[in-house]
C-alpha cells in the first residue's frame, strides 16, 4: 500500500477511525492490482470535519470515504451531492473533481443490495412486506436501496417510535411504523428481515427478538460484521432461513469510491473476506 511520489491518495474520515477495516480492504486491493496508491485512516473531529474536507483537494486527495459521526454533517458541505445522497440525507463518499471541487455519494445502499444479491434470491422482496429493525443512518440507506429496488411495504420498527415516524416522513413511499414492543407482528409473510440497530454487536445488549412468526423463506440479514455470526443469524439458520452477515456490506459499499480514485472496478472475493476478516481481530 506504500506509493511514491505519484500515487493517487484517498482515505477514511471518522471520530474515532481507528477501528476502520476501510484501509485494510482498500489496501489490498491497491496490492492486488499494483496499484500506485494510498489510502489513510484520518481522525477528524467534528468540528474540524469543514476545514478537512476543504484541505482534501489541496493535499491531492482524489476523494475519502466517512464514518461516523461524520456522514450527514457533510451533506451539507460538499459542493454537490448525487441524488441518492440527498434523499438518504448523508454521504459516505467523496470525490475530488478536476475542477477541485467535491461531488458527495452515498454507496451505502448499493453494498447492502450488491451483498445480498450475491448471497440469495433477492427478487422475492420484490412488491413484498419487508422488515427492518433500526431507525438510524444506515436503515435509512436501506430503506431507499429497498425502495429503488421494487420492495413492497417496509415495515419499520425502532426502540424510539419517534424516530422511526420521523423518518417514515421523511423518506416517503409504503413505511409502515410498527411499535418495537410489537415488532414480531411485522414478521407474517415478511420475504426479509435486516437487523440494522447495534443491538447483538460485540460489547452490545443482545437483540431480544422471536422469530416464530417469520416464514422460512425469508432472508435474514444482520449488517453487524463483529462478530460475523450474531445470535440473530444463528437462530435463523437453526429455523433453516437463508442468511446473509455484515460483511458484505462494508465489502460491496467500497468498490465505487475504489473505482473514482484509482481508476479500477474491484472485485468482492473470498480471497478478500479472508483478508479483512484477519484484519478485524488483529
Not at 451539507?76 to 445522497?85: N, T, Y
Not at 448471497?119 to 431507499?144: C, E, F, Y
Not at 459499499?253 to 473505482?259: D, E, I, K, L, T
Request: net charge negative; aromatic share 6%; with cysteine.
Amino acid at each position: 500500500m506504500s506509493g511514491t511520489g505519484n500515487a493517487k491518495i484517498a482515505g477514511i474520515i471518522g471520530w474515532p477511525v481507528g477501528h476502520s477495516l476501510s484501509p485494510c480492504l482498500h489496501g489490498y486491493w491497491l496490492d492486488q492490482y499494483g496499484i500506485d496508491g494510498c489510502y489513510i485512516p484520518l481522525a477528524v473531529a467534528p468540528e474540524n470535519l469543514a476545514v478537512a474536507l476543504s484541505a482534501l483537494p489541496k493535499l491531492g486527495f482524489a476523494g475519502a470515504n466517512l464514518t461516523v459521526p461524520h456522514k450527514e454533517a457533510a451533506l451539507a458541505i460538499v459542493d454537490h451531492s448525487d441524488d441518492l445522497a440527498t434523499r438518504i440525507g448523508a454521504v459516505n463518499t467523496i470525490v475530488v473533481q478536476e475542477d477541485g471541487s467535491l461531488e458527495g455519494r452515498n454507496t451505502d445502499g448499493y453494498g447492502f443490495i450488491e451483498s445480498l444479491s450475491a448471497a440469495a434470491d433477492l427478487n422475492i422482496v420484490k412488491q413484498n412486506p419487508v422488515v427492518v429493525l433500526g431507525a438510524g443512518g444506515a436503515a435509512r440507506s436501506i430503506i431507499v436501496a429497498l425502495q429503488d429496488y421494487g420492495a413492497g411495504t417496509i415495515r419499520l420498527t425502532n426502540r424510539t417510535l419517534e424516530r422511526a415516524e420521523r423518518m417514515r416522513e421523511e423518506i416517503g413511499g409504503d413505511i409502515d411504523v410498527v411499535d418495537w414492543n410489537q415488532r414480531a407482528d411485522a414478521f407474517n409473510d415478511a420475504t426479509l428481515l435486516v437487523n440494522t440497530t447495534t443491538l447483538g454487536m460485540s460489547g452490545q445488549p443482545a437483540l431480544d427478538i422471536e422469530l416464530d412468526t417469520l416464514p422460512k423463506t425469508a432472508i435474514v440479514n444482520d449488517i453487524v460484521y463483529s462478530p460475523l455470526e450474531t445470535n440473530l443469524l444463528r437462530e435463523a439458520v437453526k429455523r433453516g432461513n437463508p442468511t446473509v452477515d455484515g460483511l458484505g456490506m462494508l465489502l460491496h459499499q467500497a468498490r465505487p469510491g475504489f473505482a473514482a480514485w484509482f481508476g479500477r472496478e474491484p472485485d468482492v472475493t473470498d480471497a478478500l473476506r479472508a483478508h479483512v476478516l484477519a484484519g478485524s481481530s488483529s
